[in-house]
């Protein structure tokens, strides 16, 4: 199985660069062979443009089986504890539309500049195709992809009205809208970091997030690789 993993920064997965550094065969600087996986990761950059382009040119001419984003999120739900970790099932882009006089936001589906239904969107979401087996002990949400996180309590109450979402990102509709596109099975896997509420990094605990991403990355690695037995 030909697997790419998708971070937008360095930092999201290193330990998991570091652990096939040292437990796998190294083809090149960012491809590996571990578990009867061939492994293939890409630094994308933050946000939607940056995983669009890294994630179009990296996939040409490759036959790629799988494409996992892996990164941290923000939780609408402050009783979801940091280093709670996601599958996201569903995503699509939060602040892609306009904005009214009366503050008000209206998507680009409800100003009738693209059918909500129409490939790959599902009711305006982009949903992610891969399963993962239930013993993995991964919560399941929606997610939104915005270009401006969320930093107000009024900002994060207008996208739960609109959206009822799990978890806030910079690129995973970008990522899916990609994947669906070209047909290819996709993941992502989200560690919570902080909640969406008024923005403070004092209230954010990146080191638990990815240490739990990663813990579970390599989890949901060793479950791939149990299936190509």
């Given at each position: 199985m030909n697997i790419m993993l998708v971070s937008a920064t360095e930092t999201e997965i290193a330990p998991l660069f570091t652990f096939l550094e040292n437990n796998a065969k190294k083809l090149s600087s960012n491809y590996f062979i571990y578990n009867r996986l061939h492994i293939q990761i890409i630094i994308t950059g933050p946000g939607i443009m940056n995983t669009t382009f890294a994630l179009c040119t990296s996939l040409q001419g490759q036959n790629t089986d799988l494409i996992i984003n892996v990164g941290i999120a923000g939780a609408f739900n402050t009783q979801v504890p940091k280093g709670a970790v996601f599958t996201i099932d569903k995503d699509r882009f939060a602040d892609f539309g306009t904005e009214n006089a009366d503050a008000s936001f209206t998507d680009i589906?409800?100003?009738?500049?693209?059918?909500?239904?129409?490939?790959p969107y599902s009711?305006?979401?982009?949903?992610?195709?891969?399963?993962?087996?239930e013993h993995l002990h991964l919560l399941k949400g929606k997610g939104v992809t915005v270009?401006?996180?969320?930093?107000?309590?009024?900002?994060a109450e207008e996208l739960i009205d609109l959206y009822q979402?799990?978890?806030?990102?910079?690129?995973?509709?970008?990522?899916?809208?990609?994947?669906a596109k070209l047909h290819i099975k996709s993941l992502q896997i989200r560690a919570i970091s902080n909640h969406v509420e008024a923005r403070n990094r004092a209230n954010w605990d990146l080191p638990l997030a990815i240490s739990n991403l990663n813990t579970k990355l390599l989890q949901i690695i060793d479950c791939l690789g149990e299936k190509r037995v």
């Open positions: 589906f409800s100003m009738g500049l693209q059918d909500k239904n129409e490939a009711d305006g979401w982009i949903e992610l195709t891969e399963e993962l087996p270009n401006k996180v969320t930093g107000t309590i009024r900002s979402p799990d978890t806030e990102s910079m690129e995973g509709a970008a990522f899916a809208f990609v994947a």
